[in-house]
Every structure is written in structure tokens, then in C-alpha cells.
T-cell receptor, first 114, second 113 residues
Framework: NAGVTQTPKFQVLKTGQSMTLQCAQD?????MSWYRQDPGMGLRLIHY???????DQGEVPNGYNVSRSTTEDFPLRLLSAAPSQTSVYFC?????????????FGQGTRLTVV | AQSVTQPDIHITVSEGASLELRCNYS??????LFWYVQSPGQGLQLLLK??????LVQGIKGFEAEFKRSQSSFNLRKPSVHWSDAAEYFC???????????FGAGTTVTVRA
């Protein structure tokens, strides 16, 4: 059981470039979300999805797009990267069927925008 | 709005000593509280969670946390720290059945021999 898989683990982008961070889970979880982690600020929610075809904005959505065409995948797109988007990005998934469950996190993607 | 405060940015503790990490939350309804641990270069691993019931919660790796509604706190404790406990610890709060979690800024724990 792979859990939550994020690719790539590391990425360096030039300002203005675009890229997609991939996230896949094999637990048939309805909820998926993207967080960014910055020093001294903990994790902040970027976008989330409560099921295939449904997405919504979190706390810091500007500069990011998401889509959820399948239950398994929840890619995060940076259309025009900026240095302020240098961060570590975490994808998480959780089940909506059990109130007493937890969010499972991927290993993270460390992104540097130069 | 929900928020979490972890007052201690960095704590250094000797191996074998006790550890307590503080967490205060702000939330208008019944909170769903978590403690996660992040080892260097790794993702987040759930240590324990509080949903309802007994206010003293046992978790993995010998950790426990106590929910105190009157103090809006959910402090994490371990009686005897091991060198492998050196990591960053995050407290998080979320609404029941909605996984838009709010995280604290984290507390980095250093364990000295």
C-alpha cells in the first residue's frame, strides 16, 4: 500500500516557468488537499478537494490551480512560478466516511524558484 | 476562524528527560485536534488525535496529550525522550468531518546526549 505519493521530490524552476506537482493516493480517499510549508509558518492550505470534480480554495490559493478528474489524483499547477512560491509542498488525503480518521501526508516536494 | 499557536519555536532536551510541547488553539465549536511529527526530509506522521471522550490521549512512540477545554490547550508530553525524537512537531486543529486543518508554526526539538 503506497499511501500518498508525490512527484517530484525536488524541483528548481526559473521565474515564469510552469510546472505541475503530482499527487496520487491509493486509499480511495475522498478528501485531498495541498499545503505549503514555510519556516516559522507551519503548513498553510492552498487548495482542497472533497471528491472527483470538486475543488475549492484554501488559505493561500493565489498562483496555483488544481483539478480532480479522478479520485486518485490531485495535481497542483503553477502557471507562472515566482520566487515567493519557493517552499515545501505537501499533499494529503483522508477518508470522508469515518469521522475519527486522520490525514495521510506525502513525503513532500521541495520547490525552489530562482 | 480557527488558529493554532505553538509558543515554543525550539526546545532542547537531554536524552531521558521529559518533554512537554505547548499548543493553544482558537476554535468556535468542538475541535478536532492533532499532533504530527516531521523528521528531517520526511512527510508528516500522525502521533495522536483528539476527537471526543477521555481528555488524555495516548499516541504512538510513547507520546500523550491532554485536552483542556478551559485553557484551549492540547499539550504534548513524553516522559523520557529518546535521541530519535529529535524532529519538528506540529499541532493542528480542524472541524469535525472537514479536513481543512490549521497548523501551528511548529516546535523543533533537539535531543542532546
Amino acid at each position: 500500500n503506497a499511501g500518498v505519493t508525490q512527484t517530484p521530490k525536488f524541483q528548481v524552476l526559473k521565474t515564469g516557468q510552469s510546472m505541475t506537482l503530482q499527487c496520487a493516493q491509493d486509499m480511495n480517499h475522498e478528501y485531498m488537499s495541498w499545503y505549503r510549508q514555510d519556516p516559522g509558518m507551519g503548513l498553510r492550505l492552498i487548495h482542497y478537494s472533497v471528491g472527483a470534480g470538486i475543488t475549492d480554495q484554501g488559505e493561500v490559493p493565489n498562483g496555483y490551480n488544481v483539478s480532480r478528474s479522478t479520485t486518485e489524483d490531485f495535481p497542483l499547477r503553477l502557471l507562472s512560478a515566482a520566487p515567493s512560491q519557493t517552499s515545501v509542498y505537501f499533499c494529503a488525503s483522508s477518508s470522508a466516511r469515518d469521522l475519527n480518521t486522520e490525514a495521510f501526508f506525502g513525503q513532500g516536494t521541495r520547490l525552489t524558484v530562482v | 476562524a480557527q488558529s493554532v499557536t505553538q509558543p515554543d519555536i525550539h526546545i532542547t532536551v537531554s536524552e531521558g528527560a521529559s518533554l512537554e510541547l505547548r499548543c493553544n488553539y482558537s476554535y468556535g465549536a468542538t475541535p478536532y485536534l492533532f499532533w504530527y511529527v516531521q523528521s528531517p526530509g520526511q512527510g508528516l506522521q500522525l502521533l495522536l488525535k483528539y476527537f471526543s471522550g477521555d481528555t488524555l490521549v495516548q499516541g504512538i512512540k510513547g507520546f500523550e496529550a491532554e485536552f483542556k477545554r478551559s485553557q484551549s490547550s492540547f499539550n504534548l508530553r513524553k516522559p523520557s525522550v529518546h535521541w530519535s525524537d529529535a524532529a519538528e512537531y506540529f499541532c493542528a486543529v480542524g472541524p469535525i468531518n472537514d479536513y481543512k486543518l490549521s497548523f501551528g508554526a511548529g516546535t523543533t526539538v533537539t535531543v542532546r546526549a
